[in-house]
């Protein structure tokens, strides 16, 4: 056992993103005493160039060993831990579409819901974003371990007062000046293509989305990152970007004035900035009874209205104002219920709650630091 070592892991490895990313770069700052891995068989540069393992190497099972903390947001490619080992489950969002032993149809996730549990048996905390989701998680997951209900370190930044939009863009790869309406669809458990890949298909009329959109608007198609096949980048328009390669949808969000999406969790999250959300459900009916379900009434609980097909999509872009109107009551109480605990800080909650402040010898290093530099004088 390590006891200052922190292993991470976001998406099965495959992303550096979500709420594992803005709990390391937070613990950074708040406890650098601490050293941290990241399991990630990316590319993507890390802040603090910390070291990197390959999931699923026999380093990366040593370091699971060897790890006083674990940090992920679905799980690890082992499960169990020594009692000491304190493993801090984050999750990826609040539930929108059943989890775990809500399911109550035969798919993938039913399939995998001895894996998980014998993988929850492990936790040894949990990150929610508010209390709804405190309760289906303890339910769906099986887990009768601590709670943390502080609101998800992901959405820090789409409430960051200072962020320079057109840096950011620059960063991304996208162009400046420019209006984003981000669509992020949810995966299709129905639509399998190999062990945890799935065929997704538009069922959206990119040309005619392009030919209404603005001259300085840009539609960014983020596919799920378990969709393995479905998009064809080349043939889209000149003004629709596929940013499917860029791990953190936070970011994205934080730089959209609009979100579309159908099933996924993102728009809990992107609801805290308070701009327009949209619902394209094509396949609604048989998404709600035949390959997974939901929680909430889409009708009736969303914060958007539902379209269900290209023509009512652009007829709910073209005059947003009037939409956010139509929903503006609807989408307060959806704030309050779900985003409380969004301020900007879930992530430095999350660190002094999971972690703890630092040593005593860390607070002193600077005065000590300064006492040194007072004697040489």
């Given at each position: 056992?390590?006891?200052?070592?922190?292993?991470?892991?976001?998406?099965?490895?495959?992303?550096?993103?979500?709420n594992?990313?803005?709990?390391?770069?937070?613990?950074?700052?708040?406890?650098?005493?601490?050293?941290?891995?990241?399991?990630?068989?990316?590319?993507?540069?890390?802040?603090?160039?910390p070291?990197?393992?390959?999931?699923?190497?026999?380093?990366?099972?040593?370091?699971?060993?060897?790890?006083?903390?674990?940090?992920?947001?679905?799980?690890?490619?082992?499960?169990?831990?020594?009692?000491?080992?304190?493993?801090l489950?984050?999750?990826?969002?609040?539930?929108?579409?059943?989890?775990?032993?809500?399911?109550?149809?035969d798919?993938?996730?039913?399939?995998?819901?001895?894996?998980?549990?014998?993988?929850?048996?492990?936790?040894?905390?949990?990150?929610?974003?508010?209390?709804?989701?405190?309760?289906?998680?303890?339910?769906?997951?099986?887990?009768?371990?601590?709670?943390?209900?502080?609101?998800?370190?992901?959405?820090?930044?789409?409430?960051?007062?200072?962020?320079?939009?057109?840096?950011l863009?620059?960063?991304?790869?996208?162009?400046?000046?420019?209006?984003?309406?981000?669509?992020?669809?949810?995966?299709?458990?129905?639509?399998?293509?190999?062990?945890?890949?799935?065929?997704?298909?538009?069922?959206?009329?990119?040309?005619?989305?392009?030919?209404?959109?603005?001259?300085?608007?840009?539609?960014?198609?983020?596919?799920?990152?378990?969709?393995?096949?479905?998009?064809?980048?080349?043939?889209f328009?000149a003004?629709?970007?596929?940013?499917?390669?860029?791990?953190?949808?936070?970011?994205?969000?934080?730089?959209?004035?609009?979100?579309?999406?159908d099933?996924?969790?993102?728009?809990?999250?992107?609801?805290?900035?308070?701009?327009?959300?949209?619902?394209?459900?094509?396949?609604?009916?048989?998404?709600?009874r035949?390959?997974?379900?939901?929680?909430?009434?889409?009708?009736?609980?969303?914060?958007?209205?539902v379209?269900?097909?290209?023509?009512?999509?652009?007829?709910?872009?073209?005059?947003?104002?009037?939409?956010?109107?139509?929903?503006?009551?609807?989408?307060?109480?959806?704030?309050?219920r779900?985003?409380?605990?969004?301020?900007?800080?879930?992530?430095r909650?999350?660190?002094?709650?999971?972690?703890?402040?630092?040593?005593?010898?860390?607070?002193?290093?600077?005065?000590?630091?300064?006492?040194?530099r007072?004697?040489?004088?």
């Open positions: 056992m390590q006891e200052d070592l922190v292993l991470f892991e976001s998406f099965l490895g495959k992303q550096y993103a979500g594992p990313r803005y709990i390391y770069e937070a613990l950074r700052h708040m406890r650098p005493d601490l050293r941290c891995v990241w399991a990630y068989n990316g590319s993507q540069s890390i802040p603090g160039d070291q990197r393992v390959e999931r699923g190497s026999a380093e990366y099972f040593r370091l699971l060993a060897q790890a006083r903390y674990r940090v992920n947001n679905v799980l690890f490619e082992a499960a169990g831990r020594k009692p000491e080992t304190i493993y489950q984050t999750w990826h969002g609040t539930p929108l579409k059943r989890l775990g032993r809500d399911i109550e149809l798919g993938p996730e039913t399939e995998a819901r001895g894996k998980l549990h014998q993988e929850s048996r492990g936790w040894s905390m949990m990150l929610s974003a508010n209390r709804y989701s405190s309760t289906i998680f303890r339910r769906a997951f099986d887990f009768d371990g601590p709670m943390i209900e502080s609101g998800y370190p992901l959405v820090d930044p789409m409430l960051d007062p200072t962020l320079d939009r057109d840096h863009a620059q960063r991304l790869g996208l162009p400046s000046g420019r209006r984003f309406v981000l669509y992020a669809p949810t995966w299709r458990d129905h639509r399998p293509v190999g062990t945890w890949r799935f065929d997704f298909d538009l069922s959206l009329d990119l040309q005619a989305i392009s030919a209404a959109l603005a001259p300085d608007q840009v539609l960014l198609v983020k596919a799920h990152h378990l969709v393995g096949a479905g998009l064809d980048p080349e043939a328009p003004n629709v970007m596929d940013v499917s390669h860029l791990g953190d949808i936070s970011e994205l969000c934080a730089l959209a004035e609009v979100l579309i999406t099933y996924s969790s993102v728009f809990f999250d992107f609801a805290v900035t308070g701009r327009p959300i949209l619902f394209y459900c094509y396949d609604l009916e048989l998404y709600a035949q390959v997974r379900g939901f929680h909430l009434d889409m009708e009736r609980d969303l914060p958007g209205p379209a269900r097909d290209t023509g009512e999509l652009l007829a709910l872009l073209s005059d947003l104002p009037a939409v956010s109107a139509r929903h503006a009551d609807r989408y307060r109480e959806f704030r309050r779900f985003c409380a605990l969004a301020d900007g800080q879930a992530a909650r999350v660190v002094e709650a999971v972690f703890g402040p630092p040593p005593a010898a860390v607070h002193a290093l600077p005065q000590a630091m300064e006492d040194l007072a004697c040489a004088a």
